[in-house]
Each structure stands twice: as structure tokens, then as C-alpha cells.
């Protein structure tokens, strides 16, 4: 079974809109952590956003937030305010383990998302 | 400071040839971290180093492939008798180690792109 599934193989929005990344998880560690990538097209991988299982809050980083519910094991990244540089592919990752910030990740296929004007 | 770097960025090669992949972590990163990525897909995990641990070898798909780390520094990856379906990108990365509680995402490199012919 896939750890990271991302349904939505493209996605498009307006400039200045706000638009939602869907990523649903599945596993039976009570500890882990959700991470989301964006992979512009020059091909680097910068992080975004973390989400650990015990937190109580969603977390947001500027621009993005991470719409966190648990009992559906969705992990959603919101960007607000899209702008031209949002143009990337973006992926859903997860890491799991008890107490340990180590550990591979399992990542989703990616969503591509592109601005328009 | 500077980040993760790859050498070399581009390698092309012949069907049945080696090649060796460098990285070099980010200093005082004690996890290192090589992924592979076929062409539209998400990351494929192979390998992860942990300080003097055993490797997490896991996700290495054949016995053609090996991964070396000298302590916390430069790693290695190498594919022996190359085949076509080793083209891809391949991806290093490291991160810090601590306690639950923080996000410790794992930074990379801007990968090397093998072709194999």
C-alpha cells in the first residue's frame, strides 16, 4: 500500500487565489511526521512546511499552512495569495518513528501546480 | 552557510559501465540520506547513514548498487554495471539529529542526473 498518496497529478490557479494540495497518509506509527517539498523546475527540493503527529495546531509558514486532520490521515497543503513563482511541483512526505527525528522519507508522486495570471 | 553539494551534476554512460556519485552533507549533519528520482515521479528512497550506525540499506534495489560514508563527511554512491533503468536523478541529503518535538527536515542537494546508454 502507498504511504503517500497525492490525487491530484495537476493543479491550476490564479494569481492571487488561494489553492489546496491534497495529501492523505496511511500508517500505524502513533509518531510521525508530515513534510511538504516544493520541486521548482530547475529541480532543487526546498522545504515548506512540518506537521508532527502529537501537534495540537495546524502549522502554517507564511504563505502556507498545512490543514492537518488526523482521523482521516489528510495532511492538505493551503497556499494563500498564489503568486508566478509558485509554479513547482510539490511533494507530500512523510517520516515515521517514536521519538526519533531520523529516518527516511516516504514521498507522494507530486502534484504540479501552475499560477496563471 | 553552504548547503549539500553533488558531484558531478550531469553523468552519462554506457550500458555495463561503474559510476561513482558524490555528496557532501551539510557540516555537522550526522544523517545522510540518497534518494533516487525517475523522470515525473516522487522520490524513491535507497540508502540512509546515521553517524557510526549501520546503514539503512532498504531501499537499495539490486546488489549493483553500494554506499559509502567516511564518518560524518562525504558519501559515495555507486552503481556497478549500469543498466537503462538507472537513469534517473539521484538526490543526497542530510539533516541534523534531536529529539521528537522538531522538524529537523532533511535538506538536499541539487542532485546528479545519470543517463545511461
Known amino acids: 500500500a502507498q504511504k503517500i498518496t497525492q490525487t491530484q497529478p495537476g493543479m491550476f490557479v490564479q494569481e492571487k487565489e488561494a489553492v489546496t494540495l491534497d495529501c492523505t497518509y496511511d500508517?500505524?506509527?502513533?509518531?510521525?511526521?508530515l513534510f511538504w517539498y516544493k520541486q521548482p523546475s530547475s529541480g532543487e527540493m526546498i522545504f515548506l512546511i512540518y506537521?508532527?503527529?502529537?501537534?495540537?495546531q495546524n502549522a502554517t509558514e507564511g504563505r502556507y499552512s498545512l490543514n492537518f486532520q488526523k482521523a482521516r490521515k489528510s495532511a492538505n497543503l493551503v497556499i494563500s495569495a498564489s503568486q508566478l513563482g509558485d509554479s513547482a511541483m510539490y511533494f507530500c512526505?512523510?517520516?515515521?518513528?517514536?521519538?526519533?527525528?531520523?529516518?527516511?522519507?516516504?514521498f507522494g508522486r507530486g502534484t504540479q501546480l501552475t499560477v496563471w495570471p | 552557510g553552504a548547503g549539500v553539494s553533488q558531484s558531478p551534476s550531469n553523468k552519462v554512460t554506457e550500458k555495463g559501465k561503474d559510476v561513482e556519485l558524490r555528496c557532501d552533507p551539510i557540516?555537522?549533519?550526522?544523517?545522510l540520506y540518497w534518494y533516487r528520482q525517475r523522470l515525473g515521479q516522487g522520490l524513491e528512497f535507497l540508502i540512509y547513514?546515521?553517524?557510526?550506525?549501520?546503514?539503512?540499506k532498504s531501499g537499495l534495489p539490486s546488489d549493483r548498487f553500494s554506499a559509502e560514508r567516511t564518518g560524518e563527511s562525504v558519501s559515495t554512491l555507486t552503481i556497478q554495471r549500469t543498466q537503462q533503468e538507472d537513469s534517473a536523478v539521484y538526490l543526497c541529503?542530510?539533516?541534523?539529529?534531536?529529539?521528537?518535538?522538531?522538524?529537523?527536515?532533511?535538506?538536499f542537494g541539487p542532485g546528479t542526473r545519470l543517463t545511461v546508454t
Open positions: 541529503a542530510s539533516s541534523l539529529a534531536g529529539t521528537s518535538g522538531y522538524s529537523y527536515e532533511q535538506y
Open positions: 500508517t500505524s506509527d502513533p509518531s510521525y511526521g
Open positions: 506537521q508532527g503527529s502529537y501537534d495540537q
Open positions: 512526505a512523510m517520516r515515521e518513528g517514536g521519538g526519533s527525528t531520523l529516518g527516511r522519507l516516504y
Open positions: 557540516s555537522g549533519h550526522t544523517a
Open positions: 547513514f546515521q553517524g557510526n550506525s549501520a546503514p539503512d
